[in-house]
């Protein structure tokens, strides 16, 4: 089989956020379904749907209650084969987000589950007895609070990484693993084209549960419960008895994968994944007190994440490369200039993404340039992490206006605010209110908007999407970074046979020289032709003969 995932562009559609067809004010797969011909007018390659099953939305789908069922918020089985057909009579794949580490708890295995010590599907999660009056260990929650759960039908504790309705699976129980292969079965033979899978690196935990020094998320996963004992087992196992067996691709979500790591999950004898989201990057303004703790990083540190990855993969390995996603913010805000320079910066971010070695994946909205919002009512925030930080600020005391600044900058609810089509009523994302409120900027940020105006992100995205499909050399050619001490500018070759490219990227509002080592031909860029780098520029060069 052909590795065609590392050709594509992908592009994360939140379907919740996308378009509402029905007037509920909840995006959906029919709204998707009115959007094909947009999608395909974009050039990309594949779609990847954050979680579309029946969920009681504690975590927003990521808590699922039913595998084989669609929300029906979201529509039916029906709108969801019409979707995936017309993805592919456009030529466009589609991939489904697995989410096995954890299910609801209203989940039927684990309403089971909790009944009793006998229970048949006791064994699928993870119970243990209380130590001395307390849970089994003193770890936390990814979104605040303890990560067991006492229930006093059994007088036992459950263990859930995320929210209290996210409970662990047990991967120790072959029954879970056998119930996770026949669900990924069920989805392939469907017709879908992989899948991209939720912190895949979690599934097999430290079975002697030890406490930890320190509560910070990512300390906890990366010493505790990613990278467990077996992982490379359970990933493997789903490879043999079911993916190898389709022609499709697989992205894990890697939370405590460490760059070292990397290639035990994605090498090409391993048969385990084909690339992994490594997320070293996203948490590189995080704290020690996790990521409302927010500490300034400079384009270095984000050259030395990057590149040291690229470094440590090699020409073995391969992977994701992409800035924001539905958990953090909107790359123009985190990484760009989004006020002075927002167009500017977009369009260099996205030919950032566009000319690195790896398979690039966009945000919605990333191609119209949508950048973070900020509510002043902690009220319009709807994330289960924002609700669960307010409430503890409220408990603590502590000042809420700083955490409303902290929310505008870290929030999740900052890229899942409605997709912005026009300037009419809720951006043309719904006839009715929103389930949550849009971004004000819609009157000027938004599609139809950037339809119209020749020097849109939107149109300059289309015309990128077409120069990288164009030049082999951008998504085969190996990588160097050709200055990585500058503080502002990102420079770096890719090479492949006879063709060589360079791009030069400046990540900063200041009008810099070229620097000297520039040479070859210009061929695509985010301004006209000048002999300076402008704020936010991008250069690119062809120094093929
Ligand atoms: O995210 C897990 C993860 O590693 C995060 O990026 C985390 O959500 C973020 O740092 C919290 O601020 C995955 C999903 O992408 C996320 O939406 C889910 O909430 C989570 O797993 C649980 O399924
Ligand atoms: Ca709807």
């Known amino acids: 089989m052909q590795d065609w995932w590392k050709d594509i562009v992908m592009y994360q559609i939140y379907p919740r956020s996308f378009q509402d067809s029905n007037g509920d004010g909840i995006g959906d797969l029919r709204g998707i379904i009115n959007r094909l011909d947009y999608l395909e007018s974009l050039g990309i390659d594949l779609i990847w749907l954050s979680p579309i099953y029946q969920s009681p939305n504690d975590d927003n789908g990521y808590d699922i209650s039913n595998y084989y069922e669609i929300h029906p918020e979201f529509g039916t089985m029906q709108d969801f084969e019409e979707l995936l057909d017309g993805l592919h009579k456009r030529g466009m794949k589609l991939i489904m987000d697995l989410v096995v580490n954890h299910t609801s708890d209203e989940h039927l295995w684990f309403e089971e589950s909790r009944k009793s010590l006998n229970n048949p599907y006791r064994d699928y999660y993870i119970w243990k007895p209380g130590v001395n009056g307390g849970p089994p260990n003193n770890w936390m ?133 084909n690339m992994i989201f490594q997320l070293d990057h996203m948490i590189i303004d995080h704290g020690s007190g996790g990521k409302f703790d927010i500490v300034d990083f400079k384009l270095t540190d984000l050259k030395q994440i990057l590149d040291g990855w690229e470094k440590a993969i090699g020409d073995e390995g391969w992977n994701n490369v992409f800035l924001d996603n539905h958990d953090f913010p909107r790359m123009v805000s985190r990484f760009g200039n989004d006020t002075t320079y927002r167009k500017a910066s977009a369009k260099m971010l996205n030919t950032f993404l566009l000319t690195q070695r ?52 870290q929030g999740r609810d900052n890229v899942r605010v409605p997709m ?80 060589k490219m360079m791009v030069i990227c400046n990540f900063s509002d200041d009008y810099l020289s070229l620097p000297t080592y520039v040479n070859g031909r210009y061929v695509f860029g985010n301004y006209d032709r000048e002999d300076s780098l402008r704020p936010w520029e991008v250069k690119v060069y062809d120094l093929s003969e």
């Open 141 to 273: 929650q990814w979104f605040g609070g303890e990560a067991w759960e006492y229930d006093e039908r059994t007088d036992e504790y459950y263990l859930h990484l995320f929210t209290v309705k996210q409970p662990d699976l047990n991967w120790e129980n072959p029954k879970v693993r056998k119930e996770v292969h026949e669900n990924l079965k069920f989805w392939l033979d469907k017709g879908i084209d992989g899948f991209r899978m939720d912190v895949i690196s979690l599934l097999s935990k430290q079975l002697d549960f030890p406490n930890s020094t320190s509560q910070n998320i990512h300390y906890l996963a990366e010493h505790h419960y990613a990278n467990g004992p077996r992982i490379h087992e359970f990933i493997n196992e789903m490879y043999e008895e079911v993916i190898q067996h389709y022609d499709v691709m697989t992205v894990g979500e890697g939370p405590g994968i460490t760059k070292e790591l990397a290639n035990l999950y994605i090498g090409k004898d391993r048969r385990e994944l």
């Open 358 to 409: 790896g398979t690039p994946c966009i945000y919605m909205g990333s191609e119209i340039g949508m950048t973070n919002v900020a509510f002043d009512d902690p009220k319009d925030y709807k994330d289960v992490e924002a609700i669960n930080y307010f409430n503890s600020i409220k408990e603590n005391g502590e000042n809420m206006d700083k955490a409303l600044k902290n929310m505008h900058i």
């Open 420 to 499: 912005q089509w026009n300037d009419q009523k809720h951006a043309g994302f719904s006839k009715e209110v929103p389930w949550i409120k849009v971004n004000p900027n819609y009157k000027s940020i938004n599609v139809s908007e950037a339809e119209n105006d020749e020097n849109s992100v939107l149109h300059y995205f289309r015309r990128l999407v077409q120069f990288r499909k164009a030049h082999e050399v951008l998504r085969k050619g190996n990588y160097q970074n050709l200055d990585p001490q500058h503080e502002q500018i990102y420079a770096y070759r890719r090479e492949y046979n006879n063709n």
